[in-house]
């Protein structure tokens, strides 16, 4: 008998089909919601702000502030994501659509680099890239994501502007996936406890590996959190250094995949302009189908996206710094900077 942590029970651990009829992750922006982002931003839009000297203060959300805490609880200790509709991002400008994205962020968690140049806010479309190039990464092409989880405790999307086709959100509980990996294949489920080597794709410090390694599965504390990203384990094959992947480790990873992608298990959301969704890394994986977009440069699919590090998170193992540079909850998460500082709001708004 395999000696594995335990199943996990609770409200993160749930079914593709179940949760697709159902409709509590869904919610609504009230108008009165709308004005409160809207006063909240009104003061910043003619000064020259930097992201990374915003706080929650400088965001008065008296109404909105109160229904975020409580989603902010059903990310992390609930069903793992949420789905916010209703920001007006078809009358808003670009500079107020992410001013207003990245205030409501605050009330969810502090914002964390998004790539070795500092950037907080970060932009996910087609640059015409290909992922076979190691040091693409994958949201800057139109092809499918596959299952994954961000350098991050939180990832937060919002919807600027859609695909003409395809570009879906897929979405699988990683509990889950670890309960039926430990019922049906325990022998594979513990080879995941291991760490495996994983690609960070040259956003790696001077003088630090180009990969980091850590279990895909990791049982500390009382909870499981995962990492993986199947393409980065197997570019970081590219390494000298990073351990070979043995032929029994490519059939956990293999099994792993193959539960991802049943359809009994994960469930798909399409994003409309102005959707929110808000995803726990650590246990829930997310995709995206490949997308055919418009033609017109002002139609293509646009998200923006945060990724955040709530003080109230849980605790991760130590291996996880390899990642996270610390994992001092609020603190953790992110890129290695290059500069000094984060981007400016102007570059990243540009």
Known sequence: MIDLPPEITGPSVWYGPAMARSAEWL??????????????????????????????????????????????????????????????????????????????????????PQNAAGELLGHVKDLGLR????????????????????????????????????????????????????????????LLLQPLATDKRGEEAQGDRPFFSIPVFNWHAGSMSTIYQRQYIESAQRFAAAP????????????????????????????????????????????????DDWPEPDRRRYLLRLWLAPSEARRLPSIFAQRYGTVVPGLRGGVTQRNSRPAEVGDALS
């Open 244 to 291: 070979r992947l043995t032929p029994r480790q490519r059939a956990a990873l293999d099994f792993f995949d193959a539960l991802a992608n049943d359809a009994d298990l994960n469930f798909a959301m399409t994003l409309q302009r102005g959707d929110l969704q808000f995803v726990h890394n650590h246990t829930l994986l997310h995709d995206r189908t490949a997308f």
């Open 131 to 190: 992922s076979d190039d190691p040091n693409v990464r994958i949201y800057q092409t139109s092809e499918r994501q596959t299952f994954h989880t961000d350098s991050c405790d939180v990832v937060g999307l919002l919807c600027l502007q859609t695909a003409k086709r395809g570009g879906d959100s897929l979405l699988v509980s990683s509990n889950t996936l670890w309960n039926e990996m430990r019922r049906r294949r325990p022998e594979l489920a513990a």
């Open 27 to 112: 919610e609504t922006l009230s108008a009165a919601e709308v004005r409160e982002l809207e006063a909240a931003i009104a003061p910043l839009l003619a000064r020259n702000v930097v992201l990374s000297d915003l706080a929650q203060s400088d965001f008065p959300l008296p109404t909105l502030g109160t229904r975020l805490a409580r989603l902010g609880r059903d990310i992390l200790d609930g069903r793992s994501f949420v789905l916010l509709r209703g920001m007006p991002v078809e009358r808003w400008s670009m500079r107020e659509s992410a001013l207003a994205f990245y205030g409501l962020g605050t009330h969810l968690g502090n914002a964390r």
